[in-house]
């Protein structure tokens, strides 16, 4: 029973453009959203999250919308930069503070 | 500050064998989690370790234990062996306390033969 699904495995963007990561989840006792970056070789570091009692999160290039009634997060990156190319997940938490991860998705941005 | 640190980074094990991967959290948090990393999938939890406790487990079998130590370091176990078993480890720390981030370490890849 996969609870979080990020659908894309891979997206590819132009440096300067706007790259979307998109997320659907199905448990409606998360209420607590995380995006986690992860290069090779290194751990998944955290980047940004939302409470479920937000829709809209920004942080510098990072933007995180949230549509709950649609059980659907999506991380925009604006303007996406080559040092951002790795794999992006999507980490739903409730209260139990567990992170439920996505498959990820790996974005490639080319110069 | 130092972040999350696991040892060793990489270890070769045969079926049956037993492994002890180790964790030390970042400075200044108490809480450690386990999460296993397979080739191409996200990290599934493990466990979560909070005074020296086992607060939560996720869906893994017994063969997987683990351990907290009184400054908050930590190790997980695996006995018997299992091909399946193969995958990063990754360990996390965080402050205890609901939307507290993770940090995670670099992880421990355990190959078994």
């Known amino acids: 029973d996969q609870q979080v699904k990020q659908n894309s495995p891979s997206l590819s963007v132009q440096e300067g453009r706007i790259s979307i990561l998109n997320c659907d989840y199905t448990?409606?006792?998360?209420?607590?959203f995380l995006w986690y970056k992860k290069y090779p070789a290194e751990g998944p570091t955290f980047l940004i999250s939302?409470?479920?009692?937000?829709d809209k999160n920004e942080d510098g290039r990072f933007t995180v919308f949230l549509n709950k009634s649609a059980k659907h997060l999506s991380l925009h990156i604006v303007p996406s930069q080559p040092g951002d190319s790795a794999v992006y997940f999507c980490?739903?938490?409730?209260?139990?503070?567990?992170?439920?991860f996505g498959q990820g998705t790996t974005l490639q941005v080319k110069p | 500050d130092a972040g999350v640190t696991q040892s060793p980074t990489h270890l070769i094990k045969t079926r049956g064998q037993q492994v002890t991967l180790r964790c030390s959290p970042k400075?200044?948090?108490?809480?450690v989690s386990w999460y296993q990393q397979a080739l191409g999938q996200g990290p599934q939890f493990i466990f979560q370790?909070?005074?020296?406790?086992?607060?939560q487990r996720g869906n893994f079998p017994d063969r997987f234990s683990g351990h907290q130590f009184p400054n908050y370091s930590s190790e997980l176990n695996v006995n018997a062996l299992l091909l399946g078993d193969s995958a990063l480890y990754l360990c996390?720390?965080?402050?205890?306390?609901?939307?507290?981030?993770?940090?995670f370490g670099n992880g421990t890849r355990l190959t078994v033969t």
């Open positions: 980490a739903p938490s409730s209260n139990t503070g567990k992170l439920i």
């Open positions: 370790y909070y005074e020296e406790e086992e607060r």
């Open positions: 400075s200044g948090h108490d809480t």
């Open positions: 448990n409606s006792m998360f209420d607590y």
């Open positions: 996390a720390s965080s402050l205890t306390g609901y939307g507290s981030p993770l940090h």
């Open positions: 939302i409470s479920s009692i937000k």
